[in-house]
């Protein structure tokens, strides 16, 4: 008789009988992935462009890394370079939430053009 599917920071239900949907707001993120997105949005960030940098960066793999040619190191979901953002220890970097919020910071003060990805990603 009703069916859910969750939004970011929404959930949606809707009832077959009535054939409307009812949107029922300030929900919980229900995997780490919404909640991310849902840091992300709360902050007034794009969420739609946002998921396309992670997922060109790291595939949603928050201990993703890899060593580049220079011997710099890229880390975790949002893939810091170990030179360019040393200040985001490795701690940090493998933690979605920490990692989150240092990318907020990053994007706020310095905008997409930090991520590789942003040349390719309309």
Known sequence: LVSSFVGINNLYLRVKSL???FLVEN???TTWKDEVLD????????????SKIIQ???WWQADNKHKNKDGTLDRGLWMFNSYFHSEVSNGCSYDYRCAT?????IIKTKGWSEWTASKYIK
């Open 19 to 21: 054939d409307r949907v």
């Open 27 to 29: 929900t919980k993120a």
């Open 39 to 50: 840091m992300l949005n709360k902050e007034g960030i794009n969420i739609e462009y946002a």
């Open 56 to 58: 060109r960066e790291s």
């Open 101 to 105: 919020k240092e990318a907020i910071r």
